[in-house]
Every structure is written in structure tokens, then in C-alpha cells.
């Protein structure tokens, strides 16, 4: 219909139009990166899948370099964080000391001790509480539970303290959430050994909970019948980090 | 004989300057505290304060959702005057976007004739407006976070870093024309007084100035 004088001279209604258009185009970006993460929903059941130990091996990741992690999907990235300074361990000098009132035993393992322990591989998203992500990482280790029960844990063992190689930072799980599946004491990530930033030689890999529970650079595992709040929650942040809904029982 | 030209004309009312500026408020307290959520251990001193800056952020995305109510409410004119000056766009709006990007020397004429909001102004407010419900409704599913699918809580994660990083950009342009640049400081005056000299608006806005004149626009 061709445009009255006063059409013409007022121009042509665009401004609700183009308001709604990007209303559109942002609900259609939703849609489509809802999509685009669909198969990979956290929920108790499926925030890890074991896989056969060995299924990731180096060539099919890119070249490890010096802060980039092998093998991701291009805009997924670690960003690696330290409150202190990053350790400098060597395989030789490297040992953790399992103790704590928890346990009847205790024992202090050098790295191919705790590679001797039953290997598994989990496949995993990493989330970083601070929203970003890195898919489908495949981390090789052995499980918490497994170096734990090595140890004879007695009716005192109700908690794990964990600690950072930097003599700083420490996190805790309970009993029940370490002995989960998928806590691993991880030394491997997608068929590379951990870069000194992602924690080498050994990190607590708990997926079921955002990253700052997964204390990189284990020095120390402590069963223990009290709780102690870790690095980060001693200054306000959740205890029960977890990625989705907490199961009731936490 | 010519008006003084020091005579000044109402170009904002009282709650046209309020939404500008506690939105700006709002804005700006919600880029931080979003930020210092956002950044790591080493870029951050606020990560003690998360809860803090937690709360800060959603008590001011609440704020913002209450000021758009509240001027609605108290105040319907506003909205809808406003609603009503980005909406047209004419051959004139076109050709100010086209050369407002060109020094004055290599466009060798002034830039076409504008309204009370000139093509820029308009744009912007649609784009602000349009950002404001994305950053709304992605803040709202990452609020809801762990109630909701993960696909669906980090598909609004990731939109609501991309409009915040596509918002960035535009705000900062907004403060550079407004503060920096000669030639488009009397706005500033508008909206902190609500009234701009009338060379300036025969100047930046010559269709509101025949209008003013005409006795046609009052706020």
C-alpha cells in the first residue's frame, strides 16, 4: 500500500520491530546453545561415565602446551587458578601422605604406588563455579575410595580433608561423596600427563561439584571425624558445590 | 530580532532523567559485581565477598526490574513517550547513521535534521531495551541454576556473558559521545538538568526545534 504523506514524513515504523527481532534472535541464541549442550545435562546419574582406562590416548588430542588443555572444543579453555604460588614437584620428590583419625593404618604412596591401585578413566565436564566449562575430559586415576579402604578407615571416618601441595589450600568431601564412583585421584587428563598448572602430578577429580573442589597439587589426604571447611568456603562460598539439584541426603 | 541564544527548552522530564540515571546506577553496580563473579583468584580481590557480590548483583537486578515498574506505574507517559520516539525511523535517520561516522570537513554539509532523539539515541535505546530483557530473562535462568537442566542454565550463562561483553562497547560509546566530544556536550546538559539551550537543539535536533517552536512539544 503506498505511504501517505504522513507516513513519509514520519518514516517507517521500525523501532518495536527491530526491539522484538532481537528479542527473537536471543531466544533463538538459547534455543540453539541449550541444544548445542543437551547431551550433556549434570544430574546425579549421569555427570560422569566411566570409561576404559586407556580409551584417550595422546594422538587424539592436540600438542599439550603450556596453559591449554589438549583435545576441547576451541572456545572451551581451563583458565587455571592458584591462591598461592604453583608447586614445582618432581615425580622423584612427589609423595602423599594418607593419615588421619579416621583411619587404623595410613601410608605414604609415591606416584607409582598410587598407579598401582585398580586405574580408572571417568568422562566428565568440568565447570568452573565462576560458569566456565570444559566437555568431555577423560581423567585417569585411581578411586578415593579405594586408597581409603587400603588404609582400614574405622567409625571415625566421617570426612576428607584434602591439601594442596601450595601449603595453602585445602577442600573437604564427606565420607559418602568420596566414596562415589567418580572421586578419582586423577594423574591423567584425555591420555596427557596433568601440566604443572592443571595440578601435576595428582588432583582430587570430583565432577559431581564445581572445580574448586577438585584440589590440584594432593599432598595430603586426612579421614577425620570432624568437618573442616576448605580454602574458599572459610570465606562464604558453598560447601555443597554441587553442578545440579544436591541429593537430600547432601 | 533572534532569540538569546542562551534560552533554554525542556528536553527531558524529571522521570525521563530518573530511569536514565539510576539505570545508569544500576548499570554500572551491576557490570562490577557481575565481574568480580566472573574473574578468577589472581584478577579478582572481591573472591572473599562472593556472597556479597552475589547479593549485590541480584538486589540490583531486582532494583532494575522495579525501576521500569515503578516509572510505568507512577509515571505511564514516560514509557510511552519514549516507546513512541524510537519507533520511527525516516530517510533522514538513515543518512545521519550513514555520515554521523564522517568528520564534518570530508561530509561537507551537516548531518540531516533530527528529533527530540536523534537516529543514534533512538538505536541505542532499542538495543539497551532489547539487552535489558536478555540480560532479565538469562539472569533469571541462571538464578534459577540448579532447579533447571544444566543445558538450559549454561545456555543463559553463555548469552548473558555475550551481552554483557556486546553491551560493554555500546555503553562505553555512549559515555565517550557524551563527555568527550565538543560537539555533543550540550546533551549532557539534558539529561542532568533536563534542559538543553535552544541553538543547541536548532543545531542537533532541528525537527524537535521547529516543533518546540511551533509550540507542538511539551515534556
Redesign the interface.
Known amino acids: 500500500m503506498p505511504a501517505g504523506p504522513e507516513d513519509v514524513?514520519?518514516?517507517?515504523?521500525?523501532?518495536?520491530r527491530?526491539?522484538i527481532v532481537?528479542?527473537g534472535a536471543?531466544a533463538a541464541?538459547?534455543?540453539?546453545?541449550?541444544?548445542?549442550?543437551?547431551g550433556?545435562?549434570?544430574t546425579p546419574g549421569n555427570v560422569a561415565t566411566s570409561v576404559p582406562v586407556g580409551s584417550m590416548t595422546p594422538d587424539e588430542g592436540r600438542e599439550p602446551s603450556e596453559g591449554v588443555h589438549p583435545n576441547i572444543v576451541p572456545p572451551e579453555r581451563f583458565?587455571y587458578?592458584?591462591?598461592g604460588d604453583i608447586p614445582d614437584f618432581t615425580e622423584r620428590a612427589w609423595r602423599l601422605t594418607v593419615d588421619g583419625a579416621g583411619l587404623d593404618g595410613g601410608m605414604e604412596l609415591r606416584l607409582a604406588d598410587l598407579k598401582a591401585f585398580p586405574n580408572v578413566a571417568i568422562r566428565s565436564t568440568f565447570r568452573?563455579v565462576?560458569?566456565w566449562?570444559v566437555r568431555n575430559c577423560v581423567w585417569r586415576g585411581v578411586r578415593v575410595r579405594d586408597i581409603v579402604d587400603a588404609n582400614s578407615p574405622n567409625a571415625k571416618a566421617k570426612h576428607i580433608t584434602f591439601y594442596a601441595g601450595d601449603g595453602v589450600y585445602t577442600d573437604t568431601l564427606t565420607i559418602g561423596q568420596a566414596r562415589s564412583d567418580h572421586a578419582i585421584l586423577a594423574w591423567e587428563l584425555n591420555g596427557r600427563p596433568l601440566i604443572r598448572e592443571q595440578g601435576y602430578p595428582v588432583r582430587l577429580i570430583y565432577p559431581d561439584m564445581y572445580g574448586y573442589k577438585n584440589v590440584k597439587w594432593l599432598r595430603r589426604i586426612e579421614v577425620k571425624p570432624v568437618h573442616d571447611l576448605g580454602f574458599?568456603e572459610q570465606?562464604?562460598?558453598d560447601d555443597n558445590a554441587?553442578?545440579?539439584?544436591?541429593p537430600s541426603n547432601g | 530580532m533572534d532569540e538569546p541564544p542562551l534560552r533554554l527548552v525542556q528536553r527531558f522530564s524529571g522521570a525521563e532523567r530518573t530511569l536514565h540515571w539510576v539505570y545508569a546506577l544500576l548499570f554500572v553496580i551491576l557490570l562490577l559485581s557481575g565481574l568480580f563473579?566472573?574473574?578468577?583468584?589472581?584478577q579478582n580481590p572481591f573472591?572473599?565477598?562472593?556472597?556479597?557480590m552475589r547479593s549485590i548483583h541480584l538486589d540490583a537486578a531486582l532494583a532494575l526490574v522495579a525501576l521500569f515498574l515503578l516509572v510505568a506505574a507512577g509515571s505511564p507517559g514516560t514509557l510511552r513517550r519514549l516507546?513512541d520516539d524510537?519507533?520511527?525511523?525516516?530517510?533522514?535517520?538513515a543518512r545521519w547513521l550513514l555520515w554521523v561516522l564522517v568528520p564534518r570537513r570530508l561530509r561537507g554539509r551537516p548531518l540531516p535534521p533530527q528529533r527530540r532523539l536523534n537516529a543514534g539515541q533512538?538505536l541505542n535505546t532499542?538495543?539497551t531495551?532489547?539487552a535489558t530483557?536478555?540480560f532479565t530473562?538469562?539472569g533469571t535462568?541462571m538464578w534459577g541454576g540448579?532447579?533447571l537442566?544444566?543445558?538450559?542454565s549454561?545456555?543463559?550463562?553463555?548469552?548473558h556473558?555475550?551481552?554483557t561483553e556486546a553491551m560493554i562497547p555500546l555503553v562505553a560509546g555512549h559515555v565517550v559521545v557524551a563527555l568527550l566530544f565538543p560537539s555533543t556536550r550540550g546533551a549532557l546538559r539534558g539529561i542532568v538538568t533536563g534542559r538543553v539551550r535552544l541553538d543547541f537543539a536548532r543545531r542537533r535536533h532541528a525537527r524537535w526545534a521547529e516543533t518546540l517552536e511551533q509550540g507542538e512539544d511539551t515534556v
Open positions: 514524513f514520519r518514516g517507517r515504523p521500525i523501532g518495536r527491530l526491539f532481537l528479542l536471543g541464541g538459547i534455543a540453539l546453545a541449550k541444544h548445542a549442550y543437551a550433556d545435562d549434570a583458565r587458578y592458584s591462591v568452573c565462576t560458569g566449562r574458599w570465606r562464604g562460598w554441587y553442578v545440579y539439584t544436591p | 563473579l566472573y574473574l578468577g583468584p589472581g573472591l572473599d565477598r562472593r556472597e556479597l516507546r524510537v519507533e520511527w525511523f525516516d530517510r533522514d535517520d533512538k532499542v538495543l531495551a532489547a530483557v536478555g530473562v538469562t535462568l540448579s532447579a537442566p544444566t543445558s538450559l549454561e545456555a543463559a550463562d553463555t548469552w556473558l555475550l551481552l
